[in-house]
């Protein structure tokens, strides 16, 4: 799919991509501010759009300005309604949404009829008249709109109206992702974050055009969603966190809520049921779990590794079986991750044991596997899709899989762990994986990152944020942000534009736009802040 992606792309692209390389760097690396009300340049974005063509006069949004989309399409009547959301309160303007066709406005057109820009991609054109998106699908219109956001003035963020002119430089972008799967994921179990928590970061997510929202939902500390066949994993499995506070879960409607904002940002959610260590939540919560049948008391601490279902106790396939199902049935999306990470109260034996007989009940209830790349010790089954998290690149076994047609998701600790330091001044997160700088989190490659993987086994990244030290969305904030753009960045833009210097002369002009967002991010001194 990637690769004929790719393929397409190049072939309806290619000539222009050389060009576009060559334009994208004096964009990025061009420190001069635009004119004192001129438009930002095109392109300078996050992440690095595919192909820019700048060029002509700028469009301007004023008091006149519709917002046009397709008649008869509700979801762009709904994207144009998100559009106008961001807009109407910091330009003062009324920005009617209408049905109505017409060459002026700012303008939703779904139907692109170009398959280079495949189920993501969008073309945006600007000029005097008009600013125009169009895309083949709702997901590569609603990535459009996150450009045109960006290409407008950081104030256009704020919620109160601010002084224009709003004005978006003329030409066009042509737009499609590297991978797929541009994904972050959140740790609720360390420390519990409510439905709106988590909505406010999968609005900040959608800005960068990441599309993949990973839960992890159960772990030593907290057992994070309702299970009617299990209820205490919730009820009593959920009432605490780490250093002891009162944890919380989310009832089957509020996963739904999370369900429901995260379509309307065109992002899958991929809920994670940590198994078989990280499992003292449930195992403290039935006592049948445990080989000794005696329940542990529940865990505030941060250590890992000394927790595990039982694997040869029958009930252990009964409540695995019960908990899928249930999972499954409330997710829409494709995946569904158990886990498998540091069982290192498991037997090699019986981990191979769990996740052999793990694996078909997740596909039984239509659902591909997700799990830490552990998994590949036991046998993933065809399909199953490994989360390298890895620090070295050189894992024999990883690679091996990845040759044998295991599908990765790159999330290496050192580059992609949101929760490490930044450096050694940093109150929060942990530095097992050393300090990552915003530097370090950029430089890297995902096709090549470690050796001996196919580029075509490489489906996408992710940027985890554990919270064993965090519980605020201040706090995930101020170590997510700036580090989430930059593996959103590699996501998305051709490797071709890879450059650091340019990156974060594009990062610098960010740091209003989070500001205006409310967002408080750590000013990394390698960033020329602007
Ligand atoms: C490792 S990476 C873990 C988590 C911790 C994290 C802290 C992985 C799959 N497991 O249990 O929260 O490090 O950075």
Redesign the pocket.
């Given at each position: 799919m990637r690769q004929r992606q790719r393929r397409t792309f190049a072939r309806l692209f290619g000539s222009l991509v050389l060009v576009a390389a060559a334009g994208l760097t004096s964009i990025g690396t061009s420190a001069a501010p635009a004119a004192a009300d001129g438009p930002r340049p095109l392109g300078q974005i996050v992440p690095v759009p595919a192909d820019v063509s700048p060029g002509g006069s700028p469009y301007t949004i004023g008091s006149a300005t519709r917002i046009r989309v397709t008649p008869g399409e509700p979801e762009v009547q709904r994207i144009g309604a998100y559009l106008a959301a961001v807009l109407r309160p910091s330009t003062g303007y009324a920005l009617p949404i209408t049905g109505a066709t017409g060459g002026d406005g700012i303008r939703l057109l779904l139907g692109a009829d170009d398959e280079g820009l495949g189920d993501e991609g969008y073309r945006l054109t600007s000029a005097k008249g008009s600013v125009t998106v169009a895309a083949n699908t709702p997901a590569g219109l609603f990535h459009g709109v996150q450009t045109l956001r960006q290409l407008l003035p950081a104030n256009v963020e704020k919620k109160t109206k601010q002084a224009g002119p709003w004005k978006i430089a003329g030409g066009t972008i042509t737009d499609a992702p590297r991978y797929a799967y541009r994904g972050a994921m959140i740790?609720v179990s360390?420390h519990f974050f409510t439905v709106a928590q988590v909505e406010r970061y999968i609005d900040q997510l959608a800005l960068y055009k990441i599309n993949e929202l990973h839960l992890?939902l159960s772990?030593d500390q907290g057992w994070r969603i309702a299970i009617d066949s299990w209820p205490r994993l919730a009820t009593y499995g959920g009432q605490t966190q780490v250093g002891g506070g009162k944890g919380g879960f989310y009832t089957k409607a509020d996963y739904q809520a999370i369900l429901d904002h995260a379509a309307s940002r065109y992002m899958e959610v991929v809920p994670e049921i940590?198994t078989p260590g990280?499992s003292n939540a449930a195992l403290a919560s039935y006592a049948e779990l445990n080989c000794n049948g005696v329940a542990p008391p529940l865990y505030t601490g941060?250590h890992?590794g000394f927790s595990s279902l039982c694997v040869p106790k029958e009930v252990t396939y009964a409540f695995f079986d019960d908990v899928v199902r249930e999972v499954a049935a409330m997710t829409p999306g494709r995946y569904l991750h158990i886990?498998g990470?540091?069982a290192q109260s498991t037997s090699k034996e019986d981990y191979d044991t769990f996740m052999t007989r793990a694996q078909p009940v997740v596909h039984k209830y239509g659902k591909t596997v997700m799990a830490?790349h552990?998994i590949v010790d036991a046998t993933p089954i065809p399909g199953t899709v490994a989360?390298y998290?890895g620090t070295t690149g050189d894992e024999a076994n990883v690679a091996a899989a990845a040759q044998a047609g295991t599908k990765l998701i790159m999330?290496p600790?050192n580059r992609a762990?949101l929760?490490?330091k930044y450096d050694a001044k940093t109150t929060l997160?942990?530095n097992?994986?050393g300090y990552v700088e915003v530097d370090k989190s950029y430089s890297w490659d995902p096709d090549t990152f470690v050796k001996g993987v196919p580029a075509r086994a490489v489906l996408g990244v992710e940027a985890?944020i554990?919270?064993?030290t965090l519980s605020t969305s201040a706090q995930i904030e101020y170590m997510a942000f700036p580090r989430l753009q930059g593996i959103a960045e590699l996501g998305w833009s051709p490797a071709s534009t890879h450059d650091w210097t340019a990156y974060k002369a594009r990062l610098a002009q960010q740091g209003p736009r989070m500001s205006a967002l409310g967002i408080t991010y750590y000013r990394s001194p390698l960033v020329p802040w602007v």
């Open positions: 740790d360390r992890h772990d940590d990280h941060t890992v886990g990470d540091e830490w552990q989360q998290w999330s600790a762990y929760d490490m997160g942990t097992w994986a985890p554990w919270s064993e």
